[in-house]
């Protein structure tokens, strides 16, 4: 059963740092293939993705978002850390993490998401 | 990038009709690397169609998805209560990855 979970702040103010956390079970990042996606969901609008980091380590991030964004992966703790420089207003939306069987597959589980909201 | 274009934005039916969503590619994605979910007000998207057209594990066979160079359909056969919700495309095959921007099926 695979499993994942976002944890974070729920509110940060504009120019901060905002710290994601993915926490997963029922897979690991250590084997072939598999990857671990954050993919974000401003209020009312569309999905978009943001980062990657695969099973060699391997990192993608979305190139509007590039200087902003850093994934990293903790095997040994199952957890993914999505860290974005630098938040405004427009960045507030439910962050998801998600994960990915194999490479050039599909999403094929999502955490529930959590709402981060930039304001003063 | 890649920019999925979805239409109809709305598509308004009653339970028991087909439903035809589509998804066009701005530039050649393979087949395989296209997937289809659905998204439940408060919810996660959930996983339905992907390679285009295969269901993934779970999902009722009135949900079917096809393609023809670029451009990619997902037909719901008869509407059940339960699917009235919003549908994204996404291609994975060229980073960075994209989603369209959704159709919402509603009554």
């Known amino acids: 059963q695979i499993t994942l979970k976002e944890s974070g702040p729920t509110l940060v103010k504009p120019t901060q740092t905002l710290t994601l956390t993915c926490t997963f079970s029922?897979?690991?990042?250590?084997?072939?293939?598999?990857?671990v996606a954050w993919i974000r969901q401003p209020p009312g609008k569309a999905l978009e993705w943001l980062a990657l980091?695969?099973?060699?380590?391997?990192?993608r991030y979305s190139p509007s978002l590039n200087t902003r964004l850093t994934i990293t992966k903790d095997t040994s703790k199952n957890q993914v850390v999505l860290t974005m420089t630098n938040m405004d207003p427009v960045d507030t939306a439910t962050y998801y993490c998600?994960?990915?069987?194999?490479?050039?597959?599909?999403?094929?589980?999502w955490g529930q998401g959590t709402l981060v909201t930039v304001s003063s | 990038e890649v920019v999925l274009t979805q239409s109809p934005g709305t598509l308004s039916l009653s339970p028991g009709e087909r439903a035809t969503l589509s998804c066009r590619a701005s530039?050649?994605?393979?087949?395989?690397?296209l997937a289809w979910y659905q998204q439940k007000p408060g919810q996660a998207p959930r996983l339905l169609i992907y390679?285009?057209?295969i269901r993934a594990t779970g999902i009722p066979d009135r949900f079917s998805g096809s393609a023809s160079g670029t451009d990619f359909t997902l037909t719901i056969s008869r509407l059940e209560p339960e699917d009235f919700a919003v549908y994204y495309c996404?291609?994975?095959?060229?980073?960075?990855?994209?989603f369209g921007q959704g159709t919402k099926v509603e009554v």
């Open positions: 998600a994960h990915r069987p194999r490479l050039l597959r599909e999403f094929d589980f």
């Open positions: 029922g897979f690991s990042l250590s084997t072939s293939g598999v990857a």
């Open positions: 980091v695969n099973w060699i380590d391997d990192k």
């Open positions: 530039q050649s994605v393979s087949s395989s690397h």
């Open positions: 390679g285009a057209s």
């Open positions: 996404q291609q994975y095959g060229t980073s960075p990855e994209t």
